[in-house]
């Protein structure tokens, strides 16, 4: 059985293309990816099409949005990305269309595709610290990263497509003065949409094992993202998730998606889709394997879990504390028969909507979600 067969055709779907091929592995990352040659390149993205044309089909109408993540999409060919595209276009173009882009890839020949399929691109620019570029373990140098930059802006020009780059903070290196790099960023490269993340560590990723690299204090963290924050917002940026920042409210329509909980395929290797049938939710995830993913049989190297109301109910929940629309205690007790009946620290109740008090909500949205799947209880107003 497909795992399409869980999915409902008639409800707004979205669509997420994992791309799990880079140039080498990035010191922090956990992610799952692999070398990229231009063998494994071309048999996945052969597979990658074929799987395509079925998930289009199955839907037979235009995406609402469609992310191509990694991984680095980038790394395929110009034509290998537009045969992705012409597929995923057949019956419309989504209405935000973003492909992720690492510096070291872009180029002018990316204008073609700007002006025919995405019209968002999303890039990792990291830091623009040579020291910090270099302890992150990026393929791209800082002159490599500001050519990038260059390009990026000029393609907006061309194309009117929106810009958004993603930006590592609280990396050791960075302390004396958190701020200049991205003052920097978006002083010479104007941008409507920012992910500003923090380094996590991951017993994974080759930068935290065997103690090589010691992690700020938490208390030098906290006050780097509060610096950061505060900056963000004197710029006009609003802070809509714990890492996310839109002005011109250019947020991440995609991502809005996963937060508020809709539908969306995920496709290729370790990607996770949510689908709604029948009442049921189900997370649908592709194995992380690109050798298996292949060699085996069109849509099947997928997992399917189907969702207790209580862990979607424990998801909505999650997902809401990150955001600044918060969680709605309206369709938590409508749609799963639950409510909270406590509110953390640092949130507040608006429109009964739970949401975060400002930047410390943000900060503490950690020990908020712990403290609210604690008080989460079945309705007694049923
Ligand atoms: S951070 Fe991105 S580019 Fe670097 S290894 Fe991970 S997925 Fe690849």
Request: overall charge negative; proline content about 3%.
């Amino acid at each position: 059985m497909s795992f399409l067969d869980y999915y409902d055709p008639l409800r707004t779907t979205s669509l997420y293309v994992h791309i799990p091929l880079c140039l080498k592995k990035c010191a922090y990352c956990d992610f799952y990816s692999v070398k990229s040659d231009s063998d494994l390149a071309s048999a996945f993205t052969k597979k990658l099409s074929e799987e395509l044309i079925h998930v289009v089909d199955y839907f037979h109408k235009p995406f609402y949005t469609v992310y191509f993540g990694g991984g680095s999409p980038s790394i395929l060919s110009i034509k290998q990305l537009e045969n992705l595209c012409s597929i995923i276009c057949k019956y419309g173009k989504p209405e935000e269309f973003t492909i992720e882009v690492n510096p070291e890839h872009l180029n002018y020949d990316f204008v073609f595709l700007f002006s025919e399929y995405f019209n968002r691109l999303s890039m990792g620019v990291q830091s623009l610290s040579a020291e910090v570029l270099k302890t992150l373990g990026r393929n791209a140098t800082l002159e490599t990263t500001l050519k990038a930059l260059e390009i990026s802006q000029n393609i907006k020009e061309k194309t009117g497509i929106k810009l958004s780059y993603d930006f590592i903070t609280c990396v050791r290196g960075m302390n004396s003065h958190p701020l200049s790099d991205l003052e920097f960023l978006i002083n010479c490269f104007p941008v409507n949409h920012l992910s500003v993340y923090s380094l996590t560590p991951s017993e994974n990723a080759p930068l935290f094992k065997n103690g090589r690299y010691r992690e700020l204090t938490e208390k030098t963290q906290a006050e780097m993202l509060k610096k950061t924050w505060l900056y963000l917002k004197e710029n006009n940026f609003r802070h809509y998730e714990v890492s996310n920042f839109a002005k011109n409210n250019e947020v991440s329509k995609h991502n809005m998606v996963y937060w508020n909980y809709g539908q969306f395929v995920g496709i290729g290797p370790s990607a996770s889709g949510t689908s709604f049938r029948n009442n049921n939710v189900f997370r649908i995830t592709g194995r992380a394997d690109i050798k298996a993913y292949i060699n085996g049989n069109i849509l099947t190297e997928y997992d399917i879990e189907s969702l207790t109301s209580e862990q979607q109910c424990e998801e909505l929940i999650m997902l809401g504390s990150r955001t600044d629309s918060g969680i709605n205690l309206d369709r938590l007790h409508s749609d799963f028969g639950y409510e909270i009946t406590k509110i953390p620290d640092y949130y507040k109740k608006i429109n009964n909507c739970i949401v975060p008090d400002g930047d410390l909500g943000f900060l503490f949205s950690d020990s908020a979600l712990k403290t609210m799947l604690f008080n989460m209880a079945k309705s007694s107003y049923l």
